[in-house]
């Protein structure tokens, strides 16, 4: 099992930045790729970004490309998501995610979840 805990939401102004983080514990050794994903109220779980973990390739949907940059710190199992200049379609309960394999990164086809952590962006 892989136990992940998101942090660093809350409220921001469009146009500001947040970073989220998650830090992962115990099987880290099966992590292979990890991924940020966003549920709005009344929307669908929906992908946002991916990054491989031995070689830090990255993905994003388009809604978020030059925009939100995922990251990751292997020493310390965490992986980062920096949103700069958020809109207000942004809002939504983001999540996190573990990947024991390194293919179709932006399926939800992630094999354990963490918690969720809200953000919310004001006009």
């Known amino acids: 099992q892989v136990q992940l805990v998101e942090s660093g939401g809350g409220l921001v102004q469009a146009g500001g930045s947040l970073r989220l983080s998650c830090a992962a514990s115990?099987?880290?050794?099966?992590?292979?790729?990890m991924g940020w994903f966003r549920q709005a109220p009344g929307k669908e779980r929906e992908f946002v970004a991916a990054i491989t973990w031995s070689s830090g390739i990255t993905y994003y949907a388009d809604s978020v490309k030059g925009r939100f940059t995922i990251s990751r710190e292997k020493a310390n199992n965490t992986v980062y998501l920096q949103m700069n200049s958020p809109k207000p379609e942004d809002t939504a309960d983001y999540y996190c995610a573990v990947k024991k394999s390194s293919s179709r990164l932006a399926t939800l086809e992630y094999d354990y979840w963490g918690q969720g952590t809200q953000v919310t962006v004001s006009s």
């Open positions: 115990g099987r880290t050794f099966s992590i292979r790729a």
